[in-house]
C-alpha cells in the first residue's frame, strides 16, 4: 500500500484539552475511522506527519498496537498562522476500495504555445476523481506539450485508464494565453 509507515500512540485524554497536551509533545492529534471500523483517536509525531505530507502522501501505513492500518489522508487542518499541522483524520482503505477525492494536477512538458510567445495558466489546482485506491497517484499528471497559443485544454480532453474523471467535461485545466500585440 503507502510507501510511508508511522508510528501511533494512542490517546487517553479526548478533547481540546488532551490534544493541547498531544501538541506540546510535539505530536498531532489525529482520527482514524473505516467502513467496519471502530474510530480510533491517535497520535503521531508532527515532525514525520509534515514530511510525508510535504512528499504530497495520499497513503500512509499507520503502525498501531493492533497492526498497521492502510489509511487514506481525508483531512488535515493547519495552524492558520505558522501552518503548522495541528489536526489530521485518516480513513481505513483495502487496495480493492473505490475512493472519491481530489488530486492536484501536476503540469509536464514544454508547449508550444509558450515558444509561440503564449503563457501558461492553470485554471485548475485540482481534479476530482473516482479510482481504486490500488491504483491512487499522488498527482494527476497532464502533459502539455501539444498545447499551441490560444487553446484550452479541457477535462474531456484529459484521459486515463484507472481513473474516472469526476469534474463537468467543459470546464478548461489549462489555457495557453496569446500574448497581446503592443
Given at each position: 500500500?503507502?510507501?510511508?509507515?508511522?508510528?501511533?500512540?494512542?490517546?487517553?485524554?479526548?478533547?481540546?484539552?488532551?490534544?493541547?497536551?498531544?501538541?506540546?509533545?510535539?505530536?498531532?492529534?489525529?482520527?482514524?475511522?473505516?467502513?467496519?471500523?471502530?474510530?480510533?483517536?491517535?497520535?503521531?509525531?508532527?515532525?514525520d506527519l509534515q514530511m510525508a505530507l510535504s512528499?504530497?502522501?495520499?497513503?500512509?501505513?499507520?503502525?498501531?498496537?493492533?497492526?498497521?492500518?492502510?489509511?487514506?489522508?481525508?483531512?488535515?487542518?493547519?495552524?492558520?498562522?505558522?501552518?503548522?499541522?495541528?489536526?489530521?483524520?485518516?480513513?481505513?482503505?483495502?487496495?480493492?476500495?473505490?475512493?472519491?477525492?481530489?488530486?492536484?494536477?501536476?503540469?509536464?512538458?514544454?508547449?508550444?504555445?509558450?515558444?509561440?510567445?503564449?503563457?501558461?495558466?492553470?485554471?485548475?489546482?485540482?481534479?476530482?476523481?473516482?479510482?481504486?485506491?490500488?491504483?491512487?497517484?499522488?498527482?494527476?499528471?497532464?502533459?502539455?506539450?501539444?498545447?499551441?497559443?490560444?487553446?484550452?485544454?479541457?477535462?474531456?480532453?484529459?484521459?486515463?485508464?484507472?481513473?474516472?474523471?469526476?469534474?463537468?467535461?467543459?470546464?478548461?485545466?489549462?489555457?495557453?494565453?496569446?500574448?497581446?500585440?503592443?
Amino acid at each position: 500500500m503507502g510507501a510511508i509507515s508511522l508510528e501511533t500512540l494512542s490517546r487517553e485524554r479526548l478533547g481540546k484539552g488532551g490534544a493541547r497536551q498531544q501538541r506540546l509533545k510535539s505530536m498531532v492529534p489525529v482520527v482514524v475511522y473505516g467502513r467496519n471500523q471502530e474510530t480510533r483517536h491517535l497520535a503521531v509525531k508532527a515532525h514525520d506527519l509534515q514530511m510525508a505530507l510535504s512528499r504530497h502522501a495520499r497513503l500512509i501505513d499507520l503502525q498501531t498496537e493492533g497492526g498497521v492500518l492502510p489509511c487514506l489522508v481525508r483531512e488535515v487542518q493547519r495552524h492558520p498562522v505558522s501552518e503548522e499541522v495541528i489536526h489530521a483524520d485518516f480513513m481505513v482503505v483495502q487496495p480493492s476500495q473505490r475512493v472519491t477525492l481530489d488530486l492536484p494536477v501536476r503540469l509536464v512538458g514544454n508547449p508550444i504555445g509558450v515558444k509561440q510567445g503564449g503563457q501558461v495558466r492553470k485554471l485548475m489546482a485540482k481534479v476530482r476523481v473516482s479510482c481504486l485506491v490500488a491504483d491512487l497517484p499522488s498527482f494527476f499528471e497532464i502533459d502539455i506539450t501539444n498545447l499551441e497559443a490560444g487553446r484550452n485544454l479541457l477535462v474531456k480532453d484529459l484521459s486515463t485508464e484507472q481513473m474516472r474523471l469526476l469534474n463537468p467535461d467543459h470546464v478548461a485545466v489549462v489555457q495557453i494565453t496569446k500574448m497581446r500585440a503592443k
